[in-house]
C-alpha cells in the first residue's frame, strides 16, 4: 500500500487528454510538500517528467502538464501520442515517516 | 553530460552482504546530495536512502535501518550503498540518482543510473 494512491491504469485514444491523479495525505501533500512526476518507459530508467508541481525539466514536451491542489495532485498528458506508452510514478516527501514516498504508478496505454 | 554507472549487484544468498557502488561524471559530485532509489521486479518505485553531498546527513527508509549504510567518497565521484542481513524483500534493482535540492524537504532526481540487480535467494 503506497502513501501516495495513484489509479493503476489509465488509457486514451491519440490525441485525447488523459489525467493521473496523486492522492496524498496531510502528512505529504497536504503539508505543503512539493509533487514530482516520473515516467519509465518500458524496460529503461525513470525520467524525471515534472519537478514541484508544475514544472518541466528542458526537453519535456508541453504536452505534460503537472497540478497540485490540498492533498492532491495531477498529471495531464494532452495529445496522447503511442510513444507516451509507459509507467508514470508521483513522488513526494511524508514527515510521518520522514522519507521521500512515490505513488504505485500508474500505467498508460494508448488506444 | 552527467552520467551514474551502478555497479556491484549480485545473487547473495538471505542474511548475506554487498557492496553497490555508482560512479558519477559530467557534474561537480561534491556539491550534490544523491540517492539510492529501489524496483523490485515488476513493482514500483522505493526511496532507499540519501546523503548530503559532504556525508554529514544521511537518511533511510525505516524498512533498511541498522542494515544498510550509504556513504560517498567524493575524491573519487562515488557513491555506495552498504547492504547487510539481506532477505528477500530487498530483492530489486538499485538506482542510484541525483538530487535536486536539499533536504528537508520534497526533493525531485533529475539524473539516474541504469540501475544494479540484488537478488537475494537461496
Known amino acids: 500500500q503506497s502513501v501516495l494512491t495513484q489509479p493503476p491504469s489509465v488509457s486514451g485514444a491519440p490525441g485525447q487528454r488523459v489525467t493521473i491523479s496523486c492522492t496524498g495525505s496531510s502528512s505529504n501533500l497536504g503539508a505543503g510538500y512539493d509533487v514530482h512526476w516520473y515516467q519509465q518507459l518500458p524496460g529503461t530508467v525513470p525520467k524525471l517528467l515534472i519537478y514541484r508541481n508544475s514544472n518541466r525539466p528542458s526537453g519535456v514536451p508541453d504536452r505534460f502538464s503537472g497540478s497540485k491542489s490540498g492533498t492532491s495532485a495531477s498529471l495531464a498528458i494532452t495529445g496522447l501520442q503511442a510513444e507516451d506508452e509507459a509507467d508514470y510514478y508521483c513522488q513526494s516527501y511524508d514527515i510521518s515517516l520522514s522519507g521521500y514516498v512515490f505513488g504505485g504508478g500508474t500505467e498508460v496505454t494508448v488506444l | 553530460e552527467v552520467q551514474l554507472a551502478e555497479s556491484g549487484g549480485a545473487l547473495v544468498q538471505p542474511g548475506g552482504s554487498l557492496r553497490l557502488s555508482c560512479a558519477a561524471s559530467g557534474f561537480i559530485f561534491s556539491s550534490y546530495w544523491m540517492s539510492w532509489v529501489r524496483q523490485a521486479p515488476g513493482k514500483g518505485l522505493d526511496w532507499v536512502a540519501n546523503i548530503k553531498y559532504d556525508g554529514s546527513e544521511k537518511y533511510y527508509v525505516d524498512s533498511v535501518k541498522g542494515r544498510f549504510t550509504i556513504s560517498r567518497d567524493n575524491t573519487k565521484n562515488s557513491l555506495f550503498l552498504q547492504m547487510n542481513s539481506l532477505t528477500a524483500e530487498d530483492t530489486a534493482v538499485y538506482y542510484c540518482?541525483?538530487?535536486?535540492?536539499?533536504?528537508?524537504?520534497?526533493?525531485?532526481?533529475?539524473?539516474w543510473g541504469r540501475g544494479t540487480l540484488v537478488t537475494v535467494s537461496s
Open positions: 540518482a541525483r538530487d535536486l535540492g536539499a533536504a528537508p524537504g520534497s526533493i525531485p532526481y533529475d539524473y
